[in-house]
């Protein structure tokens, strides 16, 4: 398993294992201390926190940008890494306002449902039968 970690303007991600030290980092965050790290489209898959969502798989974060500015590379190709959000249904809202740099999810992943964004053409489902 492999944890976010902060360094400058980037994000990077480095490895949680037993007896790992942490560091909390200045976001009030605990990250993997003196631990080696790796760029991010070595991931598979990444769940990524967000604040709000819509079906189309935007995300609100907390503005900052590092998920965006580290998986931009998801903007010329497809996965990997998948992209996934886990959120509380509460959070979805109807449409967050997107930017050419916001980079989209794969899937959101709530208690009662699995969202997969589709393409503007397409309904979005949610994994409950209802499209």
């Known amino acids: 398993m492999f944890l976010p970690v902060i360094t400058d303007a980037t994000l990077e991600f480095a490895a949680l294992t037993e007896g790992s030290d942490l560091r909390t980092n200045s976001f009030g965050i605990d990250e993997p201390a003196d631990a080696a790290t790796v760029v ?18 935007h995300r609100l974060g907390h503005g900052h940008g590092y998920y965006d500015r580290a998986f931009s590379f998801r903007l ?54 209802a499209g």
Do not use: C, K, N
């Open 40 to 57: 991010p489209d070595q991931l598979d898959l990444v769940v990524m926190p967000l604040v709000g969502f819509d079906r189309r798989g």
């Open 76 to 129: 010329d190709r497809g996965a990997p890494p998948l992209l996934i959000g886990y959120a509380w249904d509460e959070q979805e809202v109807d449409a967050v306002a997107d930017h050419e740099a916001d980079v989209p999810l794969d899937a959101i992943v709530t208690p009662t449902r699995v969202i997969r964004p589709t393409r503007p053409s397409e309904p979005p489902t949610d994994g409950s039968g």
